[in-house]
Nanobody, 127 residues
Framework: QVQLVESGGGLVQAGDSLRLSCAAS????????MGWFRQAPGKERDFAAG????????YYADSVKGRFTISRDNAKNTVYLQMNSLKPEDTAVYYC????????????????????WGQGTQVTVSS
């Protein structure tokens, strides 16, 4: 089992920045690819960013590329999402998720490929 707890969400204005954190406990964090997903009211849960178990490769949705940065600190069992130049359309509940690297070497954009999920943190961007 892997337990994930997100933090860092809040209410900000357009153009501001936020950094989300996801702390993991349980099994070896470094053996998991990690993803950040987001879900706006009435919409599906969408991939925002992902990072391989080693941190060597990162992936982004087109909608956040150039504004968001995912990183991880395996020594601290934590993955981060730095969000800059926030827009009202970034408003959503943000979830981190873990996918075992034993099953695949790829970071998947599909929520169904992730085994463990956090409870989510709300990000609201006002115009």
């Amino acid at each position: 089992q892997v337990q994930l707890v997100e933090s860092g969400g809040g209410l900000v204005q357009a153009g501001d920045s936020l950094r989300l954190s996801c702390a993991a406990s349980g099994r070896t964090f470094s053996s998991y690819h990690m993803g950040w997903f987001r879900q706006a009211p009435g919409k599906e849960r969408d991939f925002a960013a992902g990072i391989r178990w080693s941190g060597g490769q990162t992936y982004y949705a087109d909608s956040v590329k150039g504004r968001f940065t995912i990183s991880r600190d395996n020594a601290k069992n934590t993955v981060y999402l730095q969000m800059n130049s926030l827009k009202p359309e970034d408003t959503a509940v943000y979830y981190c998720a873990a996918r075992s690297a034993a099953f695949s070497s790829f970071v998947s954009p599909r929520p169904s490929d992730y085994t463990y999920w956090g409870q989510g943190t709300q990000v609201t961007v006002s115009s």
